[in-house]
Structures are given as C-alpha cells and as structure tokens.
C-alpha cells in the first residue's frame, strides 16, 4: 500500500479522527479561557456568543470525528469524509477570524491586540499537532483568522502590533511544515504496519505449505 491509496487514504482520516477524539477538550479550554480572561477585561457579551458559537463548532467536529472513528473503514468514503472534516475546520476557522475581528476600546489590558495574537498562536500551535493527519486543515482554519487580524491592526500599526501580525504570518507557514513532517510520520507509521501485515501473512503462508508438505 502507498500514500494516496484508497485504504491510505482511510487510515489517515481515522487517525485524524481519533486524534480530534483523544484532544476534543483542548481547544475548548482555550476558547473558555480566553471569553473569560475577555469577559474580566471588559469586553462585552460578544465575547460570551462567541464562546458559545466556537464550543459549537469544536462539538460538530468532534461528533464528526467519533462517527468517523467508530465506522469501519472499508465503508468511508475517503474523498466525503476528508470533504466534511475541512468543511468542520473552516467553520471553527470563521469562528477564529470572529475573534481576530474583536475590538475592546474600554479594555483594561494596554495590549490587546497582543493578547489575541497570543490565543491565536497557542491554537494554531494545537490545532498543527492535532490535525496533522489532514492535509491542509492548518490553512483551512487560520488562514482567514491571520488577514482579518492583520486588517484589523492595519489602521493602529504600532511597531508592537506589526510585530505580532508579522508573527502570526511567519508562524502560519512554520507550522504548517510541522504539521506536514507529522503527517509523513503517519504515513511511515502505516507503510510499517502494513508491512508488518505483509510479512505475517508470508509467514502465515510459509507456514501453511510446509505442513502440506510434511
């Protein structure tokens, strides 16, 4: 078996779904963290929505994810699934550019901007470990997220905001090349175990013939 095979194919969006499984709380700590230290520096109820909207979204993904995981995977189909699990991550990716969009002009953190570039950061950097099975859900979910930030800040511009746009930049190609390296880790892993598959079954086979013979 090689990559871009049918069962390939399978596997990798099983794995993808049982990562999406194992860390379904993860990024939903985040988005609760980051509405309440939001919600104690004086934002509005906007950011409470938008808690509630991201928790919804993260939820659809994990449903989706355990469906896919409890499904036997000669039945996916590995061109829909890989289709819905974009479609999930570019929703929750919207859900990120909402929060890359909010202002707070009656803020008490100085800077503010800085902190949403932090949480941006930090779910990037989850989102990088947890999806690295599906190719392109990285670009999928914070692509959108990094131009509305960096509109955003366009009209402020202070050399500390131009620092952190920059950042979120440069940071979103460099992990997409990890999560890349830890999709062809998975890979490798597949192409071992099916290898290990093939050669049980030569033994298997060996073994059958020499007891015909004898």
Same mark, same amino acid.
């Given at each position: 078996?090689?990559?871009?095979?049918?069962?390939?194919?399978?596997?990798?969006?099983?794995?993808?779904?049982?990562?999406?499984?194992?860390?379904?709380?993860?990024?939903?700590?985040?988005?609760? $963290?980051? #509405? &309440?230290?939001?919600?104690? @520096?004086?934002?509005?109820?906007?950011?409470? %929505?938008?808690? +509630?909207?991201?928790? *919804?979204?993260?939820?659809?993904?994990?449903?989706?994810?355990?469906?896919?995981?409890? $499904?036997? #995977? &000669?039945?996916?189909?590995? @061109?829909?699934?890989?289709?819905?699990?974009? %479609?999930?991550? +570019?929703?929750?990716? *919207?859900?990120?550019?909402?929060?890359?969009?909010?202002?707070?002009?009656?803020?008490?953190?100085?800077?503010?901007?800085?902190?949403? @570039?932090?949480?941006?950061?930090?779910?990037?950097?989850?989102?990088?470990?947890?999806?690295?099975?599906?190719?392109?859900?990285?670009?999928?979910?914070?692509?959108?997220?990094?131009?509305?930030?960096?509109?955003?800040?366009?009209?402020?511009?202070?050399?500390?905001?131009?620092?952190?746009?920059?950042?979120?930049?440069?940071?979103?190609?460099?992990?997409?090349?990890?999560?890349?390296?830890?999709?062809?880790?998975?890979?490798?892993?597949?192409?071992?175990?099916?290898?290990?598959?093939?050669?049980?079954?030569?033994?298997?086979?060996?073994?059958?013939?020499?007891?015909?013979?004898?």
């Amino acid at each position: 078996q090689q990559a871009g095979s049918l069962d390939f194919d399978r596997e990798l969006l099983k794995l993808h779904a049982r990562a999406m499984v194992v860390s379904a709380v993860a990024v939903p700590l985040l988005v609760l $963290t980051a #509405a &309440a230290a939001g919600r104690l @520096a004086g934002l509005d109820n906007q950011i409470i %929505i938008w808690a +509630f909207s991201m928790l *919804l979204c993260y939820a659809i993904v994990a449903f989706m994810s355990r469906r896919v995981e409890r $499904t036997e #995977a &000669a039945e996916l189909d590995p @061109a829909q699934t890989r289709r819905d699990f974009l %479609i999930g991550h +570019f929703l929750c990716g *919207l859900g990120w550019a909402w929060f890359a969009g909010v202002g707070c002009d009656t803020c008490q953190i100085d800077l503010f901007h800085v902190a949403k @570039a932090m949480v941006l950061l930090v779910a990037m950097a989850m989102t990088a470990v947890m999806a690295s099975s599906l190719g392109g859900a990285l670009f999928a979910t914070f692509a959108i997220p990094v131009a509305v930030y960096v509109y955003t800040i366009a009209r402020l511009w202070t050399p500390i905001e131009a620092i952190m746009a920059a950042l979120l930049i440069a940071a979103l190609p460099f992990f997409g090349y990890v999560a890349r390296h830890l999709n062809q880790a998975s890979l490798m892993m597949l192409s071992f175990r099916s290898e290990k598959d093939a050669l049980i079954a030569e033994v298997e086979t060996a073994k059958s013939m020499s007891d015909e013979a004898r």
